[in-house]
């Protein structure tokens, strides 16, 4: 396939919300560990001290569902002022263990966009999270013969972008993130030059909020991955 003057020869995926459902695991597990702890706090604050233990933690343990549980345990010593019984902690790990078993549930039109644009284009896998995991999500979801490269990466800045865009392709320029993170996939993508398109997932980690860049031209927002091949065809 001759790659000279095409305006797009690469695509970048996000993994988690983007092709796959993942945050509803995750609230399910916070449930459980909230109910785990109601004896000895409100849930609101559970919640609230949980999320500020996550983001305290995250330079150290980087994105993942080890470091969740890690997080998910230092809440619980908190907030029970270290009170908390070892019957408790081990449960805390049981629902972390249950949380990296999840089932792998792809989302509507991934598959078959993916496979509408396979060989057409490069398609490379950029994801955070723990590399077991994701390799275990990967090879579940049967998706991974559909694309040419898989980034499994500790953080998604510009430079991430950059460096893959031109390792895997020829450029940010000629490529495009596609995700459900504004704050991780979209914002970044466009900063080193890329294409940004939007798939906005009801569930999105507070985390990862972050306002709409509409005014960046490079900028696109769909509803679902179905509308995918509409803004590629788009771009000329
Ligand atoms: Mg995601």
Known sequence: MSMTQRPLTTIGFDADDTLWQNEQFYRLTERQ??????????????????????????????????????????????????EVPTTVIAQILDIGRDLLAHPVETLPNVRETLEALTGNYLLVLITKGDLFDQERKLAQSGLGDLFDAIEIVSDKNASTYRRIFSKVGDGPERAMMVGNSLKSDIVPALAAGSYGVFVPHELTWAFEHVAEPTEAPRFRKIEHLGELRGVIDGLG
């Open 33 to 82: 560990f909230i109910e785990l702890l109601a004896d000895h706090a409100e849930s609101e604050n559970i919640s609230q001290e949980l999320l500020e233990t996550e983001k305290r933690n995250l330079h150290r343990y980087g994105f993942g569902i080890k470091g969740f549980t890690l997080s998910m345990i230092e809440t619980a010593i908190e907030i029970t002022k270290g």
